[in-house]
């Protein structure tokens, strides 16, 4: 197979060329926003108006992708607890261990879950500092709460 062409095993499926995923025969686009956006949301204060926008979006693609709100909870919650602890060395650990959390949920579950993992690690791997942990809570607050806004169950 070369490059443009989709290799399949198992029902694991890899990205094809373009940015776009096969499922069950069919081309959806990734959905969410691009790893360098999700990084500038995390990293920069002034990109707030663009974050706001582009949550509202994917939290619709969510919830139009079959992600459940059971689903999105299981992570969101975990991040809310470190987030009433505070910031620190050991929550910096702790916020890592989301990323292989949102990754099962995405083996099980499919569809926008994979879309959700990796925008999650993506704004999880841009963490530096206090302020970009304060940042990616809200991030991810907003997804959530623009998941429940589209109707997302």
Same mark, same amino acid.
């Given at each position: 197979?070369?490059?443009?062409?989709?290799?399949? +095993?198992?029902?694991?499926?890899?990205?094809?060329?373009?940015?776009?995923? +096969?499922?069950?025969?069919? *081309?959806?686009?990734?959905?969410?926003?691009?790893? =360098?956006?999700?990084?500038? %949301?995390? @990293?920069?204060?002034?990109? !707030?108006? #663009?974050?706001?926008?582009? $949550?509202?979006?994917?939290?619709?693609?969510?919830?139009?992708?079959?992600? &459940?709100? &059971? @689903?999105?909870?299981?992570? *969101?919650?975990?991040?809310?607890?470190?987030?009433?602890?505070?910031?620190?060395?050991? &929550?910096? &650990?702790?916020?890592?261990?989301?990323?292989?959390?949102?990754?099962? !949920?995405?083996? +099980?579950?499919?569809?926008?879950?994979?879309?959700?993992?990796?925008?999650?690690?993506?704004?999880? #791997?841009?963490?530096? #500092?206090? @302020? #970009?942990?304060?940042? %990616? $809570?809200?991030? %991810? =607050?907003?997804?959530?709460? *623009?998941?429940? !806004? !589209?109707?997302?169950?």
């Amino acid at each position: 197979m070369n490059g443009n062409q989709q290799q399949q +095993r198992g029902g694991h499926v890899r990205p094809q060329q373009g940015g776009q995923h +096969r499922r069950q025969g069919n *081309y959806s686009p990734v959905i969410g926003p691009k790893k =360098e956006d999700v990084r500038q %949301f995390i @990293q920069d204060d002034a990109a !707030a108006a #663009d974050m706001i926008k582009a $949550c509202e979006i994917f939290g619709g693609e969510l919830k139009n992708n079959g992600v &459940t709100t &059971t @689903q999105l909870r299981n992570a *969101y919650g975990s991040m809310k607890k470190l987030e009433m602890v505070g910031w620190s060395e050991q &929550t910096k &650990t702790k916020v890592l261990l989301i990323k292989p959390r949102l990754a099962y !949920a995405a083996g +099980r579950h499919k569809k926008g879950m994979v879309d959700l993992s990796r925008v999650m690690a993506d704004a999880i #791997d841009a963490i530096r #500092d206090e @302020q #970009d942990f304060q940042r %990616f $809570c809200n991030f %991810f =607050e907003a997804i959530v709460a *623009y998941f429940k !806004a !589209a109707g997302g169950k």
